[in-house]
């Protein structure tokens, strides 16, 4: 049984374990009289032989060993040893405690689980919870020599209702030379699947929940046949038990009071009863004895676990939560603090002179200066985010020297995109200007007095290059390819490299001469007259070709062609594949620069929010930044022309679409 004492140490107070030490049941007198005995007897009989039966020169010897074996006793280091056994085997100790198994939760388990009202359910329920007890008894019985000297046999087991008679037929007969104890976990396992196939446990879910508890509970038994099995090694236990009497033995010699008229060192006093020595043999073999004690708290010592007790305990628990208690609560009723919201629980006299100390925090209380909480000033910092929205680059600075974030349309307008559409305009306006429309033809007869590809463009083209803004953002180089306006260029340089190649002889017509136009007017300028000053020649602008000193007149499209023997119709099927691969190319580009734009609207309602709200956004910008801003980039366009001309695109795109729809149909009808 376990000796417990803790409501005797439940307050502080003066003396409060000199109590304990009357007590016998438990205590270190009960276990370490017999060898306390022996070790005073002992010195006594050294003590009168050295005293009475000598004579003095066989007390001269004796005084000699004496001091011999008070110079070496300590040489032994028994604080050390005892000390790294007995912590060892009181964590044992505690580990073995913790393996014992216990049903609740399982039990509990069982019950929510295992459905029915039926008998058979209940039948099932209970015997579930039988096995649990069986395989605890089972393990008890064999590690336990209580529990053993209780159910020394299974026939004892029937007799107590834990095991029936068909159980424990199919028991003995099993060979298992490495043990039977775990045979009724199988058969709940078993029971468990068959519930689940009859239906009384409703989910695949809840019978994982109840096996993987189950197999908690097998894994508890299965340690304590584990500490049974594998004991503290014994040459650790035969150190310890040498060191001990070993020491002890030298204690009773060397500890002997001699003469104090021979003048030997440390014995200038002559006493009869040696109470330090006694202590000092106390506590070594006392320690000692505690290890021997709780090294297997499964036997019947006073402070090992009452075994017998958990087996009872549980088997009615089991029960009760399986079958009388299942389904069953007591009715619902409102509670004392169903209208208050804050409860408060009532004191007794006692417990209201309790001091209260509430988790508020150290801190709480702290009282702290008015003139030392004031915030001191910082510096405003702008983070730096992917999509690079700041710009460190000194073109993006105002006057005094302040960074600022700029338009989301000033990205499109400085991207390659932006650079591509400007070129396109300024080649329209002056398209318009000089001949008054956009002739097809013009542009090919032009494009045979440019020199051949890769060669080194003007500087006019380098010039333009150069005024590209050095601060477009990266993300804006991501939505816009720079590479598409180049794709589009040079799909137009191969549809006029096919006609010159072609130029000396007949070439037929191609249906698609409607696509060309309409790829024409798609590439328009989306955004005109950015710009006040005059723009460059198309030709400079578009092609980045050498100018040429020549003039060719406009020359009218004409309307067919004479049809020539060489294989015509791949060729104009290529091209017209090209062609619709440009328009595809720029609508979706277009649908990018939609989606951006709808962005910034989003944007601008959001920091417009802001502002009514009275906070600043995230988003926004100073107003002196955005004065600034607006003086610096007088010259580019507003949102809302943006949004005219993007109009203006896409009325262009959807031209462009029913010219190609046209082309396909006169090309159909031809062939």
């Not at 370490?32 to 003590?47: H, P, Q, T």
């Not at 988790?359 to 008015?370: H, I, R, T």
């Not at 463009?457 to 720079?482: C, D, E, G």
């Not at 600034?628 to 679409?657: C, F, L, Q, R």
Request: net charge negative; charged share 25%; hydrophobic share 35%.
């Amino acid at each position: 049984m376990t000796i417990t004492y803790s409501l005797d140490v439940a307050n502080t107070r003066f003396c409060g374990f000199t109590k304990l030490l009357g007590r016998w049941k438990g205590s270190i007198y009960k276990i370490l009289w017999k060898e306390f005995l022996v070790f005073i007897i002992g010195y006594v009989l050294l003590s009168i032989t050295y005293r009475i039966l000598l004579n003095d020169g066989q007390k001269r010897s004796f005084e000699h060993v004496v001091i011999y074996f008070e110079t070496f006793i300590d040489l032994i280091p028994l604080s050390f040893v005892l000390g790294f056994y007995v912590s060892l085997v009181i964590g044992r100790w505690w580990n073995q405690f913790d393996a014992i198994p216990w049903p609740d939760r399982l039990c509990y388990m069982i019950a929510a689980y295992v459905h029915g009202a039926d008998e058979r359910s209940r039948m099932i329920r209970r015997t579930l919870g039988r096995y649990l007890i069986l395989m605890q008894a089972l393990t008890c019985q064999s590690v336990s020599t209580s529990v053993k000297k209780r159910f020394p046999s299974t026939q004892h087991l029937v007799a107590s209702g834990i095991m029936t008679k068909e159980e424990r037929t199919v028991y003995e007969n099993l060979d298992a030379p490495y043990g039977k104890w775990w045979l009724p976990a199988v058969w709940f396992s078993a029971l468990v699947m068959r519930a689940k196939k009859e239906g009384r446990i409703k989910d695949s879910i809840l019978e994982d929940g109840l096996f993987r508890e189950f197999c908690l509970f097998r894994s508890a038994c299965g340690t304590m046949f584990n500490y049974d099995w594998i004991s503290v090694p014994l040459v650790y236990t035969q150190v310890v038990t040498l060191a001990t009497y070993t020491y002890s033995v030298a204690l009773m010699v060397g500890r002997q009071y001699l003469d104090p008229e021979q003048g030997y060192t440390n014995h200038q006093v002559d006493l009869y009863v040696p109470v330090f020595t006694l202590l000092q043999f106390f506590f070594y073999v006392g320690w000692l004895k505690v290890a021997e004690q709780i090294v297997n708290p499964y036997g019947e010592d006073d402070d090992d676990f009452e075994l017998n007790w958990c087996l009872d305990r549980n088997c009615q628990i089991v029960y009760l939560i399986v079958d009388h208690f299942h389904t069953k609560h007591p009715k619902l009723r409102k509670d004392i603090f169903w209208d208050e919201m804050l409860p408060q629980l009532p004191q007794t006299k006692i417990t209201a002179k309790n001091v209260v100390n509430p988790q508020l925090g150290s801190a709480f209380n702290l009282e702290v200066d008015p003139a030392d909480a004031e915030f001191l000033p910082m510096e405003t910092l702008l983070e730096e985010d992917n999509e690079a929205n700041v710009y460190s680059s000194d073109s993006m600075k105002h006057a005094n020297g302040v960074r600022y974030r700029p338009s989301f349309l000033m990205n499109i307008l400085n991207s390659n995109f932006g650079q591509s559409i400007r070129k396109r305009s300024m080649q329209k306006t002056d398209s318009f200007k000089d001949h008054g429309h956009v002739n097809p033809a013009y542009a090919v007869n032009m494009e045979r007095f440019a020199p051949p590809r890769g060669s080194t463009p003007t500087m006019s083209r380098k010039s333009s290059l150069a005024k590209k803004s050095p601060t477009h953002s990266r993300a804006s180089s991501i939505s816009f390819h720079p590479s598409s306006i180049s794709r589009h260029r040079h799909k137009s340089y191969d549809l006029q490299q096919a006609e010159t190649a072609h130029a000396n002889g007949p070439i037929t017509e191609c249906e698609g001469t409607g696509i060309v136009s309409a790829m024409a007017a798609a590439m328009a300028p989306v955004v005109a007259n950015f710009e006040e000053k005059e723009a460059p020649n198309p030709m400079e602008v578009d092609t980045g070709y050498q100018k040429t000193e020549s003039y060719m007149p406009p020359i009218p499209e004409e309307p067919s062609r004479p049809i020539s023997m060489v294989n015509t119709e791949p060729q104009c099927q290529d091209l017209k594949t090209k062609q619709m691969d440009d328009v595809q190319n720029l609508v979706a580009e277009a649908s990018k620069v939609l989606e951006e734009l709808n962005r910034v609207v989003t944007s601008q309602g959001h920091r417009k929010d802001c502002a009514l709200k009275g906070y600043e956004s995230c988003c926004s910008l100073e107003i002196s930044e955005a004065s600034s801003e607006e003086d610096d980039n007088d010259s580019n366009p507003t949102s809302m022309d943006v949004y005219d001309n993007i109009d203006k695109s896409s009325a262009v795109i959807e031209m462009g679409k029913m010219h190609e729809e046209e082309d396909f149909t006169s090309h159909n009808s031809r062939a």
